[in-house]
Nanobody, 127 residues
């Protein structure tokens, strides 16, 4: 599956962005999906993930983004989203979406579990 992330940009602190991850090649409904990020000089870290189910799917968030970010998916559009609100300087990073061929109902936070990765989209938050 090929993943294409988009929606990044420059935003002021306190603002919002919505990232999209569009898939081609295979249907996303077969995959758990995750968002990760990597800031300059830092390791890639988990941001959010969602199970394979399209409705009522389970989600998981890093503590640093809980209550501010929302992951969702539209399997009909083969797209996963990350709505980011109340952005902070420390959210500045390249954001990656990834696909995990995991069984239904399971969420994994380890990036090594994810088989397919998008190219990344840069989010810059200015104060």
């Amino acid at each position: 599956v090929q993943l294409q992330a988009s929606g990044g940009g420059l935003v002021q602190a306190g603002g919002s962005l919505r990232l999209s991850c569009a898939a081609s090649g295979r249907t996303l409904s077969n995959y758990g999906m995750g968002w990760f990020r990597q800031a300059p000089g830092k390791a890639r870290e988990f941001v959010a993930a969602i199970t394979r189910r399209s409705s009522g799917g389970g989600t998981s968030y890093a503590d640093s983004v809980k209550g501010r970010f929302t992951i969702s998916r539209d399997n009909a559009k083969n797209t996963v989203y990350l709505q980011m609100n109340s952005l902070k300087d420390e959210d500045t990073a390249v954001y990656y979406c990834a696909a995990d061929r995991v069984r239904v109902g399971v969420i994994r936070r380890d990036p090594n579990a994810y088989e397919y990765w998008g190219q990344g989209t840069l989010v810059t938050v200015s104060s």
